[in-house]
């Protein structure tokens, strides 16, 4: 799916819902939805570095598994 989803995408703007976390590895920028609500946006560096942030708390929660 995910190279599949890149060459879709290369070179074009393109929304991505995913609940599959490496899939979002691919965009420029990821928007954190909770109960509907916008709760933090970013890249995915931003969001990665900041250990209280919703994403990575996923990203971290998803590794131990």
């Known amino acids: 799916v995910q190279k599949a989803t890149e060459r879709l ?4 703007t393109a929304l991505i819902v995913s609940h599959d976390l490496d899939l979002l590895k691919l965009a420029d ?6 109960q509907g609500k916008v709760v933090e946006q970013g890249t995915i560096g931003k969001l990665l570095n900041d ?4 994403y990575a708390r996923l990203m971290n929660a998803k590794d131990r598994i």
């Open 29 to 34: 920028r990821i928007v954190v939805l909770q």
């Open 51 to 54: 250990a209280s942030s919703t």
């Open 9 to 12: 995408v290369r070179g074009r």
